[in-house]
């Protein structure tokens, strides 16, 4: 079973920047994603990334977060810059599986087979 564990989340002023790592038991996919739930709100996909390193963003993220992985494909990364109070939430690594959904630059719950536990983003005004 693989396992996700993220970590590099905490509190930071607006304005400021983070940067979160998911590190993954084993090789999960040739798709990994972040996804983010604020309190009383749904979970939202933030950002995917393929294989070939191509990349799908939130229109909400673009811009101010970027996602990377490591060359062995078993650390992924999310900068987050110019955070923002309203980018609080408990942020969440996934990985799609195989075989990668047709449209995984969509962002949707459902292509993503495994989850990591979350770690919390507070950003303060």
């Known amino acids: 079973q693989v396992q996700l564990v993220e970590s590099g989340g905490g509190s930071v002023q607006s304005g400021g920047s983070l940067r979160l790592s998911c590190a993954a038991s084993?090789?999960?996919?040739?798709?990994m994603a972040w996804f983010r739930q604020a309190p009383g709100k749904e979970r939202e996909g933030l950002a995917a990334?393929?294989?070939?390193?191509?990349?799908s963003y939130a229109d909400s993220v673009k811009g101010r977060f970027t996602i990377s992985r490591d060359k062995s494909k078993t650390t992924l990364y999310l900068q987050m810059n110019e955070l923002k109070p309203e980018d609080t939430a408990i942020y969440y690594c996934?990985?799609?599986?195989?075989?990668?959904?047709?449209?995984?630059?969509?962002?949707?719950?459902?292509?993503?087979?495994?989850w990591g536990r979350g770690t919390q983003v507070t950003v303060s005004s």
């Open positions: 996934a990985a799609a599986g195989f075989p990668t959904p047709l449209r995984w630059d969509l962002l949707l719950e459902p292509d993503f087979s495994y």
């Open positions: 084993e090789y999960a996919s040739d798709c």
């Open positions: 990334i393929d294989s070939e390193g191509s990349t």
